[in-house]
């Protein structure tokens, strides 16, 4: 099972982002693609153009652009029961809040709920970005699903950022499936693991980011998952 997770910024560049979907190999052919900071019509046009079903939910449009402002679950494989979860507190200064799409995608007759979520940035206190956190885990808990993947840009700046929410999964028995991978963002000659993916009830065999896609300021975040055991809990991201 391959997963993707990309924030495509303000979901502007979605045709270039549905030619690099298709075009890199890492990308191509993915299971379940996860996408941040999309809008509706966004999201069905990169469907489309990849040959995929899809969902999306928004907390609120964006200040900046006056668009929806969301989470989207494509796939090849049917998706059922989406649902929009949301996230506690807003933007300080925007009023902006953040959500999770939570959806049941059936990859080959087994049923993975799904997360793409996106949370708050580093103006926001640590504590209120652990609560953010924490929903995302009771969610999971509650749902008491046995195969699970989330994945998302959860604007982890700092270590103690990546520590914290690497916790936060673990408690509820998700392993951060792709480690392995580099920074997915880059300022000032500096890279970030802003994005992650995490997964309970699946193995990883690889994961990296595709640095040659050009579409957003993140780059995509890949990870190939098996089912069976895994590593145990960590708070290691």
């Not at 808990?141 to 989330?150: C, D, K, N």
């Not at 990296?208 to 896609?213: I, L, S, T, V």
Request: charged residues 25%.
């Amino acid at each position: 099972m391959r997963v993707v997770t990309w924030n495509i910024r303000f979901g502007v560049e979605f045709d270039t982002a549905a030619r690099e979907l298709q075009r890199i190999d890492s990308l191509r052919d993915a299971d379940i693609v996860l996408l941040q900071e999309m809008d509706e019509a966004g999201t069905a046009a990169i469907a489309g153009m990849i040959g995929a079903g899809w969902v999306f939910r928004s907390a609120a449009a964006h200040r900046t652009t006056g668009r929806d402002f969301g989470n989207a679950i494509l796939s090849r494989w049917p998706i059922t029961d989406a649902v929009e979860i949301g996230l506690p507190h807003r933007a300080f200064v925007q009023g902006q809040p953040r959500s999770a799409t939570r959806a049941t995608v059936e990859v080959d007759g087994l049923a993975v709920s799904t997360y793409s979520v996106h949370t708050e940035i580093r103006s926001m206190r640590l504590e209120k970005r652990v609560e953010q956190f924490v929903a995302l885990a009771d969610d999971v808990r509650a749902m008491r699903a046995p195969v699970v993947v989330i994945g998302g840009d959860f604007n982890t700046v700092t270590g103690r950022d990546v520590l914290v929410l690497g916790e936060a999964m673990a408690n509820v028995g998700l392993a951060c499936v792709s480690r392995g991978a580099g920074p997915t963002f880059r300022r000032f000659k500096r890279g970030f693991r802003l994005d992650h993916v995490f997964a309970r009830g699946l193995s990883v065999r690889a994961a990296g980011e595709a640095r040659e896609a050009t579409a957003s300021d993140h780059v995509p975040l890949w990870a190939e998952l098996t089912i069976g055991p895994r590593s145990a809990p960590t708070g290691h991201v």
